[in-house]
């Protein structure tokens, strides 16, 4: 590892904030107790400009280089949100909020980004401005889609936009990215099938909800097995199937409910063409009532490959070259960073977790021993990727 000797001073700082933000876990937008410590801390640092309420509760901080003000600027961000899960860890700082817990290191993710905004501020050994970006609701709320939305893009100005997600199971303080697709796009569906209900010794006389909700498990696998092309990947995954209450009654309706995942935009076209098709078909088929709910959620997490090629360089120069990969598979995971690309050039990074729980899990934790290496990180985006460009 090749960090800074200020930037590893701060490890124990940081690593203090983080598990503070563990033990309060805050979802969705509803992070003010988060948000409100994040500004605080930024105007503690001497940032130029600090901005609550962008995207309803995000907050940004604006560095400025040795300059002054002026050049380009460069985003970097970090999520703030938890999930509503319930904690398995019995850690000492393990969340003090029932049914909340910091699962996926949003909180590792703000505690790093803070540490690197306390070094940029006290340094400023870098060319133009530097925006860190402290975003609300990754985990469903579409949060990063709200602070581009609002304006935030436009209002600093921003050229080039960075960021950072933990993964467990890479090596600590290993990096890993891509250029294009690195994270699915993502959608949800429901569907509702409304038969004829009827005693189960008499089928005849219904329509039998459960036998076609059946038929569309099936039929629904067959996108990704028969109309998609075999070196493109697609996920549909039936996760609800909900019908009926009696052992001796044919229900009147079933619900089942799922995700699909996609990483090409002409896939994700097709597959939400073949969910009406073949629930329209099972309508006609077996003469029932079949209404669909598909809702588009997340784009694809696309990187820029200019970026790309930078993040990974100084990656390198963190991590050694040995402990980079620069061409992962990419995830099936989604994740809202994808707006933010959408809106300007950049990129997205893992940085690995080590040996923990896997994200979203009752048992995970991040892993404090990575914080200077994700700091050091964003300090050399801020240094060195081309902001004088």
């Excluded at 505690?111 to 070094?119: E, I, R, V, Y």
């Excluded at 909800?209 to 990947?233: E, Y």
């Excluded at 002409?266 to 078909?281: A, H, N, S, W």
Aim: overall charge negative.
């Amino acid at each position: 590892m090749n960090i800074d000797p200020r930037i590893a001073a701060l490890k124990d700082e940081v690593t203090g904030w983080r598990r503070d933000f563990h033990a309060h876990p805050e979802v969705l937008y509803d992070v003010h107790r988060t948000a409100g410590i994040v500004a605080a801390k930024l105007r503690e640092f001497g940032c130029d400009e600090v901005v609550e309420g962008i995207g309803r509760t995000g907050v940004v901080g604006l560095i400025h280089g040795r300059n002054g003000p002026g050049g380009r600027v460069v985003g970097l961000r970090a999520d703030m949100d938890a999930l509503p899960i319930s904690e398995e860890t019995n850690l000492a700082y393990a969340s003090k909020t029932s049914g909340k817990m910091h699962a996926c290191g949003h909180d590792g993710h703000t505690a790093m980004l803070l540490g690197a905004a306390k070094h940029l501020a006290a340094t400023r050994e870098f060319e133009g401005s530097v925006l860190v970006i402290f975003q609300p609701a990754e985990e469903g709320g579409a949060g990063g889609k709200a602070m581009v939305d609002d304006g935030m893009m436009d209002r600093w100005n921003i050229k080039e936009v960075y960021g950072m997600h933990n993964m467990p199971g890479l090596a600590p303080g290993a990096f890993a990215t891509r250029p294009g697709p690195l994270m699915a796009a993502t959608a949800y569906f429901e569907i509702c099938v409304e038969g004829r209900g009827a005693h189960a010794a008499k089928p005849h006389e219904g329509i039998d909800p459960v036998l076609i909700g059946a038929h569309l498990v099936s039929a629904l696998q067959s996108i990704s097995s028969r109309n998609t092309d075999p070196m493109k990947q697609v996920v549909v995954s039936t996760t609800v199937f909900q019908a009926g209450e009696a052992l001796n009654v044919i229900p009147q309706r079933a619900y089942l409910r799922g995700t699909v995942r996609t990483l090409d935009a002409g896939v994700r076209e097709m597959v939400e063409r073949r969910f009406k098709q073949i629930c329209d078909g099972a309508a006609k088929m077996f003469e029932a009532d079949v209404r669909l709910d598909y809702q588009r959620r997340y784009p694809s997490t696309v990187n820029h490959p200019a970026q790309t090629r930078v993040a990974a360089d100084l990656a390198r120069v963190v991590a050694g070259a040995d402990r980079v990969n620069d061409d992962v598979v990419p995830s099936m995971g989604g994740e809202d960073f994808s707006y933010m690309l959408e809106a300007r050039p950049g990129a997205f990074i893992f940085i690995g977790n080590g040996d923990s729980a896997g994200l979203h899990h009752p048992a995970y934790d991040f892993n404090d021993e990575i914080i200077p290496a994700g700091i050091q990180y964003w300090a050399l985006i801020a240094e060195k990727a081309g902001l004088s460009r």
